[in-house]
C-alpha cells in the first residue's frame, strides 16, 4: 500500500543532501575535535563549519550557537541553565500553559524542587498569549520567560517579537522553543529580540539526536553536565560531529528552500483545512486561523478518540497524529487543547495533520477522501459503546 | 496478542491463510506498574513481546489500554468475590467482560475489522441449521473452551480460535519455528495471572474487613476453632480445625455477614444439586427446559452425568453423583465436545 506521510510536525525524511554530507563525515573524518593534530583539526574544521551554517540561518554569531542532542535538551539547558546563572537576581520563571512538556515539565521540576517560583500564563481560544499577560505576569524577581514560538500540536504562532521587547525592556531574558519555526519561518535574531533559541535538526529534514540552543551573547548560562569542556564548557561531552554537520547543511537548505516551499506547503494546508471543514460535520479547526505554522492542519472531531483515528488512519495508509494519547482506557486530551478551553470530549478526538516536503495535492486528495468515512465510523461505534 | 507463542501462532496461521492481519496487544495493568506477575500478558513487558512477534510477522501491531475495564470487572470481582465468601473465576471475568466484550467492540467498530482471532485452544464450527457450535480444541490437554461458556452466537459468529485446531503443543511449536517466532513457552496464562505472590495480600489491602477473624463452626453449630479471616478461605479447601476428634473437615459455606466458617465432612460438603445465576447458553437459547449434560465444574475438570433445568432467573444442576464446587465458580455444560453453555453457582445455596 501506498503510504501518506502527514506527521511532519513528528519527525522528517533526512534530506539526501544531509546524508550524503553526515556520510562522507562518518566515512572519512574520525578525528576527535578536540584533539590538536591533523586529524583532530579536520573534525573541529566541520563543527566550526556547521556552527557558522546555523547562526548564519539564525542571524547570530558561530560562538553564540550551542550544540545539543536535539530540542529537549536545548530547553533543558535554557531553562536550568539560565534560572541557576540569574539565582542571585531572583527565581521568578514565567511560561505558558501550552508549550512543549521539555519546557513545561523542566520548569514544573524546577518548581517542586523549590529552585524557582514559577506562574504559567493562559492561552486565548486560538492558542495565542497575549504579551500583556506575559508583561502583567513579570515580578521584580523575574529573570526568565519561556515562550514557544509556534505550537507543535495546533500549530499557533506567539508574537515574539512583542513579547521580545516587554522583556527586554525589563532587562527580563526571553527563551522561545523555534523547534518547529526554524528551517519554516524566517526567524533572524539580530530583528527579534529573543535571548535563547532552541532548534531541533529532524523537524527539518536533518538527523534525529542533534539540535541546539542559540544564547545571545552576554547571556550567562550554567551548564548542567560537568566534563571536558566542549561548547565552552556549556554543554560538555565529546561533539557529534556527523550529526552537526547534518544539523548545518539542513538548515542552509531549509532556509533556501524557505520561501518558495512554505508557501506552497501552506496552500496544501489550506486545502486540507477547508476540505476537512467541508467534508467532516461538526469538524473543529483548532488553533489560530492565520496565524499557524504553513504545514499545520489540526482539528477535533467530537465523537471520536485521537488514539482510534490514528490506527484507522494507520491501516488506511495514512500516518498523521493525535494531541491526545490514550492512558488507562480513557484518552487523555492534551493539556493543549485543554488550555485553548476545549471541552474534554471535544479534545479527546484531536488530529493532527501535517505537510511537508514530499506531500503532493494527490496526498491531500486522498486523505480528504478516506477521512470523512473513517470520522462517521468512529462516531457510530462511540454512540453505540455509550 | 498476549506475547505468548500462542496468540503468535494464531496471528501466524491467519496470515498464511492470506488473512489482512492486525496485531493488538491489551494493556492490562496501567504503564509503568511493574506487577512482578510473571504470567500476566498485561505488563509493558508482554507488550513488548507481542510487538517483537507482530514485527517478526510484518503485520500492524497496536498496543491498547484497557486497565481500567480490567481492574473494574476482573480485579474488583475478584476481591468482592473473596470478601464475599465466594471463589472467582478471573479468567472467565476476563473473557466475558474484557477480551470478548471490549476489545471485540473496538476491533469491529473502530477499527474496522471482521473478525477478533485469539490464541485459545478451542474451535468454533458451522452446525447443519446455520448456528454456530463452540467446541472444545483437538488437543483435549490444552482445551480452553470451559473458559469461553459465555460466548453467544453474535461473538461466536464473528471469532476464530486458529490454534484450536492444531493437533497438539508440538505442532504449536513446528509452526512458531518455521515463522521465526520465539519458541519459548512462556508460563501459561491460566488461574490469576495478573498477581505475582499471595492473592490474599491483595485482598486484604482492598477489603481488609474480610480479614476479620472469626469462629469456624460445624454445621450444627458447635464451634470448633477460629479462623484469621473468610477472605482467605475458598469453599471445598482441607480446614486445620478437627485434628483432635481425628475427622478430615473442609469448608462448607462462608458467611460474611457474621464473618463465619461453616465446615464439614466430605460427604458433608459434597452436593448432588447446585442453583445456578447468570446462565448463558452458546446457541443464545438451551436446548431445553430440561436437558441432559456432561458438567464441568472447574478448569479442565473431569466431565460429571447431570441434568439441568431451565428457569427464569438461572439453572439448577442436577449431578449424577454428588461433587464439590464453590460459589461464584463456573459451571459449564457440554454436550460432547459442544460447549452449550453455563452458568456460575450461586451462594448461600440449601447445606
Not at chain 1, 136 to 150: D, F
Not at chain 2, 61 to 82: I, T, W
Not at chain 2, 324 to 329: N, R, T
Amino acid at each position: 500500500m501506498k503510504r501518506v506521510y502527514l506527521d511532519h510536525a513528528a519527525t522528517t525524511p533526512v534530506d539526501p543532501e544531509v546524508a550524503e554530507a553526515m556520510d562522507r563525515v562518518l566515512r572519512d573524518t574520525h578525528g576527535n575535535p578536540s584533539s590538536i593534530y591533523a586529524e583532530g583539526r579536520a573534525a573541529r574544521e566541520l563543527v566550526d563549519r556547521a556552527r557558522e551554517e546555523v547562526a548564519a540561518a539564525l542571524g547570530a554569531q558561530p560562538t553564540e550557537i550551542v550544540f545539543t542532542s536535539g530540542g529537549t535538551e536545548a530547553d533543558n539547558l535554557a531553562l536550568r541553565g539560565v534560572m541557576k546563572a540569574r539565582r542571585g537576581l531572583g527565581d521568578h520563571l514565567v511560561t505558558t500553559a501550552i508549550e512543549h512538556h521539555a519546557v513545561l515539565d523542566t520548569a514544573r521540576d524546577l518548581e517542586s524542587n523549590g529552585q524557582v517560583r514559577l506562574t504559567v500564563v493562559a492561552v486565548d481560544r486560538e492558542g495565542r498569549v497575549d504579551p500583556a499577560a506575559i508583561a502583567a505576569a513579570m515580578g521584580p524577581k523575574t529573570t526568565l520567560v519561556s515562550v514557544m514560538h509556534a505550537n507543535n500540536e495546533i500549530g499557533t504562532i506567539q508574537p515574539i517579537a512583542e513579547i521580545g521587547e516587554i522583556c527586554r525592556d525589563r532587562g527580563v531574558k526571553l527563551h522561545t522553543d523555534a523547534v518547529q519555526t526554524v528551517g519554516a519561518l524566517d526567524f533572524d535574531v539580530s530583528q527579534i529580540p529573543v535571548d535563547l533559541v532552541s532548534v531541533n535538526a529532524h523537524k527539518f529534514y536533518g538527523p534525529k539526536g542533534v539540535g541546539a540552543l542559540y544564547v545571545r551573547r552576554g547571556t550567562r548560562l550554567a551548564t548542567m553536565q560537568t566534563g571536558g569542556g566542549q561548547e565552552k564548557g556549556r554543554r560538555t561531552g565529546t561533539e557529534n560531529v556527523a550529526g552537526v554537520v547534518g544539523l548545518g547543511v539542513a538548515l542552509r537548505v531549509a532556509v533556501e528552500r524557505r520561501t518558495t516551499e512554505s508557501a506552497r506547503q501552506a496552500r496544501l494546508r489550506d486545502r486540507l483545512i477547508e476540505g476537512v471543514l467541508a467534508r467532516v460535520p461538526d469538524a473543529v479547526l483548532t488553533g489560530h486561523r492565520t496565524e499557524r505554522l504553513p504545514n499545520n492542519a489540526s482539528f477535533c472531531f467530537p465523537g471520536t478518540q485521537g488514539e482510534s483515528l490514528i490506527v484507522a488512519l494507520d491501516l488506511a495508509g495514512f500516518a498523521a497524529s493525535s494531541g491526545s494519547a490514550c492512558t488507562s482506557g480513557d484518552t487523555e486530551p492534551s493539556h493543549v487543547l485543554l488550555a485553548l478551553g476545549l471541552e474534554r470530549h471535544v479534545a479527546q478526538g484531536s488530529l493532527r495533520l501535517t505537510v511537508g516536503r514530499a506531500t503532493t495535492d494527490a496526498d491531500v486528495d486522498a486523505l480528504l477522501e478516506a477521512l470523512p468515512p473513517i470520522v462517521a465510523r468512529l462516531r457510530e461505534a462511540s454512540a453505540v459503546s455509550v | 496478542m498476549s506475547g505468548g507463542v500462542d496468540s503468535s501462532v494464531a496471528a501466524a496461521l491467519l496470515l498464511e491463510r492470506g488473512e489482512d492481519v492486525v496485531g493488538v496487544w491489551m494493556r492490562l495493568v496501567p504503564g509503568g506498574v511493574d506487577t512482578d506477575a510473571p504470567r500476566c500478558c498485561g505488563t509493558d513487558e508482554a507488550g513488548e513481546d507481542a510487538r517483537r512477534a507482530a514485527a517478526t510477522l510484518g503485520i500492524p501491531f497496536y498496543a491498547l489500554d484497557y486497565a481500567d475495564v480490567f481492574g473494574k470487572h476482573v480485579v474488583d470481582r475478584f476481591v468482592e468475590a473473596y470478601a464475599s465468601g465466594e471463589t472467582p473465576n478471573p479468567c472467565v471475568s476476563c473473557n466475558h467482560h474484557v477480551k470478548f466484550e471490549a476489545l471485540m467492540r473496538d476491533v469491529f467498530a473502530k477499527f474496522g475489522g471482521t473478525r477478533l482471532a485469539t490464541g485459545h485452544y478451542a474451535r468454533v464450527a458451522d452446525a447443519r441449521d446455520g448456528t454456530r457450535q463452540l467446541l472444545r480444541a483437538r488437543d483435549a490437554a490444552k482445551d480452553q473452551s470451559y473458559a469461553l461458556y459465555m460466548l453467544g452466537q453474535r461473538e461466536l459468529a464473528r471469532v476464530e480460535f486458529p490454534v484450536g485446531e492444531l493437533a497438539n503443543k508440538n505442532e504449536t511449536r513446528e509452526i512458531a519455528a518455521r515463522f521465526g517466532l520465539p519458541t519459548a513457552t512462556k508460563a501459561e496464562s491460566m488461574d490469576i495471572c495478573f498477581i505475582a505472590g499471595d492473592y490474599r495480600d491483595l485482598v486484604r489491602s482492598r477489603a481488609p474487613r474480610a480479614f476479620d477473624a472469626g469462629p469456624v463452626e460445624r454445621a450444627d453449630g458447635t464451634v470448633v476453632g477460629h479462623h484469621a479471616g473468610i477472605g482467605g478461605l475458598t469453599v471445598g479447601q482441607r480446614s486445620g480445625t478437627g485434628v483432635a476428634t481425628g475427622e478430615r473437615l473442609y469448608v462448607l459455606r462462608l458467611e460474611p455477614e457474621r464473618s463465619a466458617a461453616v465446615v464439614g465432612t466430605r460427604e458433608e460438603i459434597t452436593r448432588t444439586e447446585y442453583e445456578l445465576r447468570d446462565v448463558r447458553f452458546t446457541r443464545d437459547a438451551p436446548p431445553a427446559a430440561t436437558f441432559e449434560t456432561s458438567a464441568v465444574l472447574r478448569y479442565r475438570g473431569t466431565p460429571l452425568a447431570a441434568a439441568v433445568d431451565v428457569s427464569s432467573d438461572g439453572a439448577r444442576l442436577r449431578l449424577t453423583a454428588p461433587a464439590l464446587v464453590a460459589p461464584g465458580q463456573a459451571v459449564v455444560f457440554y454436550q460432547g465436545d459442544e460447549v452449550v453453555g453455563g452458568g456460575v453457582v450461586r451462594a448461600g445455596s440449601p447445606a
